[in-house]
């Protein structure tokens, strides 16, 4: 099994610039998350999908960041346009969830992304 | 709100010593419990968890905890810490029935060899 898979694992980009990150779940998991984790807020929820769709975005910070779940085994997170504020490790978790059950989350590597 | 606490931000023990790290949370119902360990400059992995049964739990690397209801606690310990435990360790907490997982401050574990 190879885990949650990002992309890329480091980004650097100059402020005003479009960021896309990258995350294909463990296969067969069905509930998929972005998480945003800095020194300063510790680790945030940002959104989570559940077959695809998501559910909670409610933890989006702005209309700047935008995520997609086009299928199963793929989704994106956007900044557009970024800000150094938004500089901070982005991780993907999926986990398999059953009816109302839900099972422990598995992190991906994780995106370093520094905006100068 | 569901919260969870974890008392010490930061740890430092020597090599050999006993470790317990403290971990509440504030939900009266049904609770799933989970303690991960972030490596320095890694991902979060999962060090154990508690659904139900036993409230003791054991995980990977020597690692137990203690899930006690009455204390809505969930106390992560070691009996003999090594160099190579130094991270930082979130305890973390979702209602039963809840995708949502709420995340302690983290510990901040030191070993000194």
């Known amino acids: 099994d190879a885990g949650v898979i990002q992309s890329p694992r480091h980004e650097v980009t100059e402020m005003g610039q479009e960021v896309t990150l990258r995350c294909k779940p463990i296969s067969g998991h069905n509930s998929l998350f972005w998480y945003r984790q800095t020194m300063m807020r510790g680790l945030e929820l940002l959104i989570y999908?559940?077959?695809?769709?998501?559910?909670?975005d409610s933890g989006m910070p702005e209309d700047r960041f935008s995520a997609k779940m086009p299928n199963a085994s793929f989704s994106t997170l956007k900044i557009q346009p970024s800000e150094p504020r938004d500089s901070a490790v982005y991780f993907c978790?999926?986990?398999?969830?059953?009816?109302?059950?839900?099972?422990?989350?598995?992190f991906g590597p994780g995106t370093r992304l520094t905006v100068l | 709100a569901q919260s969870v606490s974890q008392h010490n931000h930061h740890v430092i023990l020597s090599e050999a010593a006993s470790l317990e790290l403290g971990c509440n949370y504030s939900y009266g119902g049904t609770v799933n419990l989970f303690w991960y360990v972030q490596y320095p400059g890694q991902h979060l992995q999962l060090l154990l968890k508690y659904f139900s049964g036993d409230p003791l739990v054991k995980g990977i690397k020597g690692f137990e905890a203690e899930f006690i209801k009455s204390k809505f606690s969930f106390n992560l310990r070691k009996p003999s810490v090594q160099w190579s435990d130094t991270a930082e360790y979130f305890c973390a907490v979702n209602a039963a029935s809840n995708y949502q997982l709420i995340w302690g401050a983290g510990t901040k574990l030191i070993i000194k060899p």
């Open positions: 978790a999926s986990s398999l969830s059953r009816g109302s059950s839900y099972n422990e989350q598995f």
């Open positions: 999908f559940n077959n695809n769709v998501p559910i909670d």
